[in-house]
């Protein structure tokens, strides 16, 4: 029995709806799910009907980027609902920073020699929050690069060319407006953060007393071996050892609902356990 904790649907940067993300999960053979859109909770209520309709269970929530330590670091955050909440009004600024970023990446694009319009990419986009592989879905349907990882790489990746930065909350606020939101904050793939091993159990230490509730632990993307260390830590610290695939659809191509690359496998008892953190 297992879950997946770790999704994007059409209302940020996955390809697929919150319905046929939830259908997957169902083939799959999964129990449970959650829907973790970049800074939206707009398509929670759609997906959280469709599952209760399949008896899958079903968890809204977010993924932001928030600051650590002088590092970018993502961070998942679940038991979330639409509507006025300490978390959710934060995130409005959020998408606002998003917005205007998103055309300052535009122009830079156009300043290369890109020919990618804000109109363009909001098409490709289809009415959910517009992400960077949004702009590289527009590159690759013009010519200008063959792949997403391609399009990160050499124009929109930290240090590229078209990158250009937004409003982030630190670690610190986002586990306080989570909590404070009734929800439960979690450290989203930690491999993405430049700490040597000491550095990682210090720092996550002081973050699970302000109120981390877990650290994503099974995650797609990563060896078996990575996962158990990580759950090991998790266990030391008292916190709960989630997981997930981070599936995009076409944007992600080799990742899959609730198997990843194919080896994935997050225990039901992940889910329960996060239940119990709120
Ligand atoms: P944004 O929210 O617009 O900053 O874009 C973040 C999205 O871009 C996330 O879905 C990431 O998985 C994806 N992403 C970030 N870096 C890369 C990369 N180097 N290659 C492919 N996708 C990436
Ligand atoms: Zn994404
Ligand atoms: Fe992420
Ligand atoms: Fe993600």
Redesign the pocket.
Known sequence: MAVDLHL?STY??GSNTPVEIVDAAVAAGLTGIALTD??TLEGIPEAATAATERGLRFVGGTEL?VSWKEQSMHMLVYFLTPGPGALPDRMVELRAS?DGRNTQIASKLQTLGLEVTMEEVRVEAGGGV????HF?GVMINKGYVDS??EA??RY??AGRPAYTP?LRLTAEEAIGLSRESGAVPVIAHPHTLNLRATEFAEGFAELVSIGLGGIESYYGEYAPAMRTRLAAICSDLGIVATGGS?Y?GR??PHLAVGTGKGDLRVPDAALDQLLAAR
Do not use: N, Q, T, W
């Not at 517009?130 to 592989?133: A, D, H, L, M, N």
């Open positions: 994007h940020s940067d970049h800074d980027s998003r517009i992400g960077r592989p590289a997403v990882p990160f790489d929109l990746a937004r981070d995009h944007y992600k």
